[in-house]
């Protein structure tokens, strides 16, 4: 049974840092392009980004507003998917998802739970 | 970037009702579109994929049909279960987005 299980999240003050993690189980986790979807309250689905796997040379893609202050990474080796969140601002906070794409296609066929992240003095 | 509109952003309908959720795309994006229900509190989960593929284990009830920049999710018999968001994406092209979602209430 495929699972994604976060977890990292919490309270942070506005332009400190955070690091997300995810623990992938059930599939062959180097095999497949990851991404991050966050959600503020109340609202809707925001992708953060993407990234491909050893083949296509982990490249990773981000959305704008999380461009240049988000990194994402994986560790194929301890199977685990990473968001490091710096710069943090108040309208980062909300749940972060992590997702698997499948090999067909870059839309995400399985979620984790989500972990909140909350970005407030 | 592409942006896409939903509409509506918020529906209420009887169980048995058939809808239908627009999601139009700024530019053309072939048939790249991927549509997922969520229910509060909960994590969203993939509906169609490839405008019009149903997802394993996702009820006959639900379709998905459009192109370029035009498409349409379709539930066929609205049942107690389908409350929630609905919201689509495109793959087309990166950066990936989604549309504002719609809301649905069961009456």
């Known amino acids: 049974e495929v699972q994604l299980v976060e977890s990292g999240g919490g309270l942070v003050q506005p332009g400190g840092s955070l690091r997300l993690s995810c623990a992938p189980s059930g599939f062959t986790f180097s095999a497949h392009y990851m991404g991050w979807v966050r959600q503020a309250p109340g609202k809707g689905l925001e992708w953060v980004g993407h990234?491909?796997?050893?083949?296509?040379?982990?490249?990773?893609e981000y959305g704008a507003s999380v461009n240049g202050r988000f990194t994402i990474s994986r560790d194929d080796s301890k199977n685990s998917l990473y968001l490091q969140m710096d710069s943090l601002k108040i309208e980062d906070t909300g749940v972060y998802y992590c997702?698997?794409?499948?090999?067909?296609?870059?839309?995400?066929?399985?979620w984790g739970q989500g972990t909140l992240v909350t970005v407030s003095s | 970037d592409i942006q896409l509109t939903q509409s509506p952003s918020f529906l209420s309908a009887s169980v048995g009702d058939r809808v239908t959720i627009t999601c139009r795309a700024s530019q053309d994006i072939r048939t790249s579109l991927a549509w997922y229900h969520q229910k509060p509190g909960k994590a969203p989960q993939l509906l169609i994929y490839a405008t019009s593929i149903l997802q394993s284990g996702v009820p006959s009830r639900f379709s998905g049909s459009g192109s370029g920049t035009e498409f349409t999710l379709t539930i066929s018999r609205l049942q107690p279960e389908d409350f929630g968001g609905y919201y689509c994406q495109q793959i087309y092209i990166f950066p990936l987005t989604f549309g504002g979602g719609t809301k649905v209430e069961i009456k």
């Open positions: 997702a698997r794409s499948p090999h067909y296609g870059d839309f995400f066929d399985y």
């Open positions: 990234i491909k796997n050893r083949a296509a040379s982990y490249t990773t």
